[in-house]
């Protein structure tokens, strides 16, 4: 059966880092474009950061461009995602999953979702 992993969530103070990480059950990560989406109550999910298959393309949500950034590592079946100068606004939990192609980072089109990872970012 086809599962992601996410990891890598706590509580940090603004201003600061957490690195999250994708991992793959029963198949590899290397053979798909990958998407990092959050959700906080009452919203809807919303795409943060793609990937693509090789990692030569990625995508990010305006909310975190030049903050976070997404990476891979294919022999470890692997999806990163980094993120700096983090902000009360990027609290939700954060969920991995795989995409069509890096460009199409919509929750809606994504598929084989992890159980997500919390993020909170608080004083």
């Known amino acids: 059966q086809l599962q992601l992993v996410e990891s890598g969530g706590g509580l940090v103070q603004p201003g600061g880092s957490l690195r999250l990480t994708c991992a793959a059950s029963g198949f590899s990560l290397g053979y798909y474009a990958i998407g990092w989406f959050r959700q906080v109550p009452g919203k809807e999910r919303e795409g943060v950061s793609c990937?693509?298959?090789?990692?030569?393309?990625?995508n990010y949500a305006d909310s975190v461009k030049g903050r976070f950034t997404i990476s891979r590592d294919n022999a470890k079946s692997t999806v990163y995602l980094q993120m700096n100068s983090l902000k009360p606004e990027d609290t939700a939990v954060y969920y991995c999953?795989?995409?069509?192609?890096?460009?199409?980072?919509?929750?809606?089109?994504?598929?084989?979702w992890g159980q997500g990872t919390q993020v909170t970012v608080s004083s």
């Open positions: 990937i693509s298959l090789g990692g030569g393309s990625t």
């Open positions: 999953a795989v995409v069509g192609r890096s460009t199409l980072c919509k929750a809606s089109a994504a598929s084989y």
